[in-house]
Structures are given as C-alpha cells and as structure tokens.
C-alpha cells in the first residue's frame, strides 16, 4: 500500500510538474521579457492551475480555482490556463448558487437567540468560528457546508504540499545550479 | 422494535378508552370519503414507523386491522401504488393505529403515527385512524389533553431521553440504526405532541415527519427489513413500562390491543405490505408537494439516494430541516420529538464523518497527532493552510527571481529529485480513497536515496535511479525511469552540477525525508532549507 501510494504520489507530482511547465512554456512563448511580478504571477498561476487539474475537477476548490482563473484571467494567462487543463474555459461568471445554504444558515443562527455562557457553549463557538476561518481559506469556500468542508481541506492540503514540494525542489535546484554557474 | 409494537398497542387500547366511542363513528366516515388522505397518512405515519415496524411486526397491525380493516383496505387499494417499502410491511397498521391515536390528540396523522409510540400514555386516543386532517381537527378539539401532558412528554423525549424507552423496551436493537430510527420516531411524536389542536401546525408537521420518515426509512431500510414480530410480541409489556408514563387507561387497553394485533398481523402484512408502501409512498410525494422546497429537497434527497450517496444525501436534508425549523420562528429549539429524534440521527451519522475525516487531517497535518480536541486541531489546520499558501507565493516569488526566462527544461532532471526523495506524499495517492489510513515515509526509500548519493557520475546515478524507480513507482516503472533517463540526457552536459545539485537536492530532501519519517513536517523547516 505504501508503495502504490508513494508511487501514485510521485505520479502526481510528475503530472504537476508537466502541466506546469507547459503553462510556463506558453508564458514564455507570448512574453519574452516579463518583469519579475509577472513572472511571479505566470509562475503562481500556472501552478495553481496546473495543481487543480490535477484532480480534474472532482472537488471543489480545484473547480473553484479554474473557474476563478476562467473568470478573470486573459490573454496569455488564459491560454495556458486552456493548455493546461486541455480544455477551453468559460467566460461566464460564477452562479450565484451558494448563497442559498449560506442565508440559510444565518437565519438559523438568528433563529437561535438564547445565550449560552456554558462552557460547552464557548468551545463549540470557538470551535465554529474556526471552522469558518478555516472554510474561507480554501478557493471555492462558499459553496463548502461542514463536511465536505473537512474532506476538501484534506485534499487541498494534499495538494498543496505536492505544489509546495516540486516548487521547492525546482527552486532549490535552481538556486543551486544559479550557484554553480557562479562559482564556475 | 418492541417499543413500536407496544405503542400500537397502547394507543388502541388508549384510543378505545376514551375517544373510542365518540370518534369511532367519526372515523368510518372520514375513512371512507378520504381514502386517499388515510392513504398518505398512513404513508407518512409508516414511513415513520418503518423501523418500527419491521421489527415490531406487532400486534399493532392486527389491532389495526381490528380496528378499521375495510377503510384500510379501501384506502390503500384506493392509492395502490407501485412503490413497495419492504419495511412499509406493517407500517400502514401501525400508523393507523398510531394515527388514530394521535388524531385524537390534534396532531396530524403522520405525527401520530410517530408519537404514537412514545404517547402510550396519552389517554383518550381514537382507534386508529387519523388520516383525516379535519378528523384530527375535530379529535384536537375534543382531546383533553393539556399542554402540560405535552410538555411533560416532550421533557421526555429530551435529547437524551428519546433513546431511553427505545433502549429499555427494545432491549436488544437489532442495530444502532433502528435506535436511531426509533429515537426519531419518538422526536416526532413529540414533535406533534406539543402542538395539540394546533390547526395549522398538523399540516407542517405532517410535512416534517414527512421528510422524517423518509429519512427513517432511508436508515431503517438500511437497518434491516426483519421483521421481529416474535420479539415485538414479547417486547409488548417492557414497552409500556418503558414509554412514557403509562396512564391507566393506555395500559389497560394495551394487552388487548396486543391480541387482536396478533391475532391479524398475519392479514395485516400481507394485505398492507404493497400497498402501505405505495400509499406511503403516495403520501411522501403529496407531503413533499405540500412542503417548502426544504422539506422537498430534504425529502427527495434521502428518499432518491442510498448508501454513501444516502448518507451524504441526509446532510442537506438535515440541514435543511434545521433551516426549517429556525424559520418557523419556534420559541424553543427542538422541542419537537420528531426533530429531536431526526437531529439524533444526523448528528450522529455528521459526528462520525467529521471524526473519521479529521483523522486523516490529523495524519497530514504536521504536529497534530498529540493534539486533541477539535478547536485545537482546526487551529493546527488553519496555520497550516495558511502557511502552505504562504509558502506558494513565495516560493513562486523566488522561481521568478532565479529564473528570468521562465525556463524549466533545465530543471528536468528534478524529476528525479521528487521521484527519489519524499516518497512519502503517500497521503496524496490515498486522499481520493479517504478510506485508507496514511502511512507515514517508508524507510526503504530513504535508504534507496541514500545509495545514489555517493554516486559521482551520471550513470552511477542512473542505475540506482533506475533501480529504484521500479521499487519506488510499482506501478509507474516505465514512465518514472524514462522520465529519469531523460531528464539525465537532458542534464549530462551539465554532470557536475547535476551530481552536486542532485546531492545538495538529496541532502537538503534527506533531512526533510527523515524528519517525515518521524512524521512532522514543521512548515519553518521548508523555508530554511535553501
């Protein structure tokens, strides 16, 4: 199990890693001279876009992603974004869907009025309000209710350690050959 | 479910006492001209009762059948639907029962049926038959039972409470499930309980249980069909003692019932059996009709979906029911037996998804395995996202410093570096599952890591790559070695470098492997590594 999973893992950080390059290539083909925020930005978002697809949509914040980037990216960003994911993007703004279960919820808490000092009560608010905190940090949080919430922050997670792990090898290797260069 | 048998048992006989011989010529009429209502009210009140009364399999049936045999008949043939709840068998007595021993109390059929169980005690219950909800009318006005009974009924079924007489006159619950199912039952005859003679309240409530029973269904289908009429039999008289506060009357009335139950369970089943079910079923759909759109989610959702769906499928409808209940505006939160018993279910069916879930979230979030306590550990999580988003923007940050053209062909022999080194993102291959649990860093990688690092030349490092790609990547042998080949072609003209890259790469990845190894990924390390 260990292996399968090893191996699925490296598999995916190889399908990352080649979806990301292809983002970058098309980065570079439109632009040969970007300046450093730009490059940062072609970098993060092939990145994002790239980690997201990898998990071809089967849950939310990678959906999220893409439909954020279908939305509000342009030009070379959005090429890429296409190239990566294989397909084109729509240009339509996202459906104003989730709100139902949020106004839901809130009448639900105003529904509530009594005040518990108890201290089950306060752990369970605090508890709440993090949940909330957390909720919000993950792309596509509106449409996230409690547990898909949890099952969403495990894959985010994932994921993004795998982007935050190949970024770090590329970047360390990078800066280590940059090093190199210099020294030679 | 003894507790069911017993409380179709109970109400019969309750139902007889008082209000037997007033309502009962009530009861024909309304039995006739509404076939169709005592169809879908014995619907809503055996989907409730399903669980019940599988296993029950009670007497009630019988007693129903004692009680309003033709109308049932009637009424159920009348709507002869082709649904078939397999649980539904005996629900359709059952619910008339209950239903007429609810209607007595004002509540809508559907709650009576629900409540029926657990309102043992409330006196003056009609005979069976409630599907009329101008009959339940009529029975609210004349019920004599005070808010207070209700209120002490419904102090019965407290949250913890509506498992209690389940647990006691059940003694062995075939499964959790039925408990719950019971529970739920149990929450909704409160539910209806506190709303006697509550015009208005009838119809949303039959709306509610409606929702309810599908749920309950949903759970007691899932429980098992069995019916346990053996055991209902012999549960009969623990129920009553374990339902709630048995008033004379309702016990005295209850061994009867019992008999004549058992004496027409046999015809009860097989007649009710296809046709409770559709009726049931008829009586779903005009109920989801009838409810908000909540409810009709909520009702389509359990109803439509099974299993992992199913469950997922509650959640909303849970959800929404607890939307629904906010909106109403109700004073007290819950106090209804039906949602009391409905919110039992889900949260617990929620609870042990939420644990099972944080589990794994516990495995991969570095640090927060001796953390206990949810607050602690969401604290832990949140840092942690917080910190990988963080670590993403600047490690792109830096990538757009070094590289000034965006070039990555040359970093291609870093796919040997992740393919090496890390192998532990196992969490990541086991995230779609989420049912495996993640097993931390293996050793043997490292130890394959460690072997290629004394290595000095390009094809010292391709042979332990290559060797180890096929232990590494089981399943991937081809494509990581020929990315490793590769990637090394790509890179031999720069053989020094790679070799000091990739062994600064493996050292700087031994470290952070090992720390793995342990388990812990402090998210400063990362940074600190260059």
Redesign the interface.
């Known amino acids: 199990?260990?292996?399968?999973?090893?191996?699925?893992?490296?598999?995916?950080?190889?399908e990352f890693?080649t979806k990301?390059?292809k983002g970058?290539k098309i980065?570079?083909a439109f632009n040969?001279e970007?300046t450093?925020?730009e490059?940062?930005r072609?970098?993060?978002l092939s990145?994002?876009v790239a980690i997201a697809s990898t998990r071809s949509a089967?849950t939310q914040w990678s959906r999220a992603v893409v439909a954020e980037v279908s939305s509000s990216a342009a030009g070379a960003a959005r090429i890429a974004a296409e190239e990566i994911l294989g397909r084109k993007l729509s240009t339509e703004r996202r459906k104003a869907q989730a709100g139902k279960?949020i106004v839901?919820?809130r009448?639900?808490?105003?529904?509530?009025g009594?005040v518990r000092s108890s201290a089950a009560a306060v752990?369970k608010k605090?508890?709440r309000n993090?949940?909330r905190?957390?909720k919000r940090?993950?792309p596509g949080w509106k449409k996230l209710?409690?547990?898909c919430l949890?099952?969403e922050?495990?894959?985010?997670?994932?994921?993004?350690?795998?982007?935050?792990?190949?970024?770090?090898?590329?970047?360390?290797?990078?800066?280590?050959?940059?090093h190199?260069?210099i020294l030679? | 479910m003894d507790v069911v048998g017993k409380d179709a048992s109970v109400e019969p006989s309750n139902a007889n006492d008082d209000s037997l011989n007033y309502h009962t010529p009530n009861i024909a009429p309304e039995w006739q001209v509404n076939g169709n209502n005592l169809t879908n009210t014995s619907i809503g009140m055996t989907s409730v009762c399903n669980s019940m009364v599988e296993s029950s399999a009670c007497s009630s049936p019988s007693m129903v059948d004692s009680f309003c045999p033709t109308v049932w008949d009637h009424s159920i043939n009348g709507q002869s639907l082709g649904y078939c709840d397999v649980n539904v068998q005996n629900d359709v007595s059952t619910s008339s029962n209950l239903g007429s021993v609810r209607a007595d109390l004002g509540w809508n059929p559907s709650a009576m049926m629900r409540g029926g169980m657990f309102m043992p005690p409330v006196s003056g219950m009609l005979p069976n038959f409630p599907a009329d909800s101008g009959f339940i009318e009529r029975a609210a006005r004349f019920s004599c039972f005070s808010g207070g009974n209700f209120g002490e009924m419904m102090n019965l079924f407290a949250v913890p409470d509506p498992l209690n007489p389940f647990s006691q006159g059940l003694g062995v619950v075939h499964s959790q499930r039925h408990e719950m199912n019971m529970a739920e039952l149990s929450k909704e005859g409160g539910l209806f309980m506190g709303k006697p003679g509550a015009e208005g309240s009838p119809f949303k409530n039959e709306k509610r249980s409606e929702s309810l029973h599908d749920e309950a269904k949903q759970g007691v289908g899932i429980a098992g069909n069995d019916s346990d009429e053996a055991e209902c039999s012999g549960r009969g008289p623990q129920e009553e003692v374990a339902c709630m506060t048995g008033e004379s009357p309702g016990k005295g009335l209850g061994p009867k019932k019992r008999k004549r139950g058992g004496v027409q369970n046999a015809q009860n089943d097989e007649n009710n059996e296809t046709p409770t079910q559709s009726a049931e079923t008829t009586k779903d759909t005009r109920e989801m009709k009838q409810k908000g759109d909540h409810n009709t989610t909520s009702n389509s959702n359990p109803g439509s979906k099974n299993g992992k769906q199913g469950s997922r499928g509650s959640d909303p409808p849970k959800e929404d029911y607890i939307h629904v209940r906010a909106r109403r505006g109700q004073a007290t939160n819950s106090h209804s037996l039906a949602e009391r018993i409905n919110d039992l279910l889900m949260m617990q069916v929620r609870r042990e998804k939420i644990s099972e879930r944080m589990k794994f979230l516990q495995d991969l979030v570095p640090g927060c395995s001796k953390v206990t306590g949810k607050a602690v550990m969401l604290d832990e999580i949140i840092n942690y996202v917080q910190s990988l988003q963080r670590q993403v923007e600047f490690l792109s940050m830096k990538l757009a410093t070094v590289n000034p053209r965006l070039e990555f062909n040359v970093e291609g022999f870093l796919t040997k570096d992740m393919l090496q080194s890390r192998g532990g993102m196992s969490s990541l291959g086991l995230l779609p599952d989420m049912t495996m649990p993640f097993p931390p860093i293996h050793p043997p990688q490292l130890g394959l890591i460690q072997t290629c690092i004394p290595s000095n030349s390009a094809e010292a490092l391709r042979r332990p790559i290559n060797i180890q790609s096929p232990s590494v990547c089981a399943g991937f042998k081809e494509p990581s070695s020929q990315v490793s080949i590769s990637s090394i072609s790509e890179v031999s003209n720069w053989e020094d470098e790679l070799h000091n890259v990739v062994h600064m790469g493996f050292t700087s990845s031994a470290p952070s492997s090992s720390q793995d190894l342990s388990g812990s990924l402090p998210p400063g390390h990362m940074k600190a590594e260059p």
């Open positions: 199990m260990q292996n399968s999973s090893s191996s699925s893992s490296l598999m995916v950080k190889q890693f990301w390059k970058l980065y570079s040969k970007m450093i925020m490059r940062k072609a970098i993060k990145a994002d089967t279960k839901r919820r009448r639900k808490a105003a529904a509530r009594a752990a605090v508890v993090r949940r905190v957390l940090l993950i209710d409690e547990i949890i099952k922050t495990l894959d985010y997670i994932a994921s993004l350690q795998v982007q935050v792990d190949v970024m770090r090898h590329l970047a360390n290797a990078g800066e280590t050959l940059h190199q260069q030679l």
